[in-house]
């Protein structure tokens, strides 16, 4: 599992070497927080609608971008690369974990864990339900900034949502086939987020959460982290 979220400059490394324009960049638009998800003309991974630099984590990508970096670092770096299936996503966040947040079961013990919707957050967006704290940041942060969970593994929750490669299945904790790295339906019409992003509150940070997405949404809360196959 990465240890952080696919940064802005790897994904500029992918770019670069590719040409590869992501969707939002094809189509001229992507999602964006301004009091309320606004169809952003121009909006991209390149100006996601505040300040980013090179440790941030990219957002404004698609399901379908991540799975095109996912192939490029395949290629250059001869390994099986993939986005983690929602089972794999909710064991490397606990870490070992049964509580509510890999924290614990309290929201206010989370206090230096991730980048989430806090007080900062909620003077400028007032009304957002927040942590109770000040973490620093109202939108991204460099990744690494914060605890890293019992696995080496930073910003499990929060910071930005991560696409995993699941299809949705509101059954999901009525798994069909093996319990044991398990995997979601065979098709769909949504793939599955997880881990909250900057705009979440308590509610969106527990590590049970997960929400759909189609494919191709692109918003400046969600980005993704990749799994690397062991032979």
């Not at 929201?107 to 980048?115: M, S, T, Y």
């Amino acid at each position: 599992m990465g240890v952080h979220h696919v940064t802005c400059g790897q994904f500029a490394a992918f770019v670069q070497q590719t040409n590869y324009k992501t969707e939002a960049e094809q189509e001229g638009w992507s999602l964006a927080w301004n009091g309320g998800w606004q169809k952003v003309e121009g909006a991209s991974w390149r100006k996601c609608g505040f300040d980013q630099n090179d440790e941030h984590p990219v957002v404004c990508v698609s399901w379908n971008d991540a799975v095109e970096f996912c192939n490029w670092l395949g290629r250059t770096s001869g390994k099986t690369v993939r986005l983690p299936t929602e089972a794999r996503w909710e064991y490397a966040c606990r870490a070992g974990t049964e509580t509510m947040y890999p924290w614990g079961c309290r929201p206010e013990q989370g206090n230096g864990w991730c980048n989430a919707a806090d007080m900062a957050a909620a003077n400028k967006f007032p009304g957002w339900l927040t942590f109770k704290w000040d973490d620093g940041y109202v939108f991204t942060s460099p990744v690494g900034k914060f605890k890293a969970n019992a696995f080496g593994l930073y910003d499990m929750t929060g910071n930005a949502w991560q696409w995993s490669s699941d299809w949705y299945d509101p059954e999901l904790l009525k798994p069909k086939g093996p319990l044991t790295d398990t995997t979601g339906p065979a098709g769909g019409a949504y793939r599955v987020a997880r881990g909250g992003g900057w705009q979440s509150g308590p509610n969106y940070c527990r590590s049970a959460v997960r929400r759909m997405e189609a494919p191709a949404t692109r918003t400046n809360m969600l980005g993704f982290r990749v799994v690397v196959e062991i032979p």
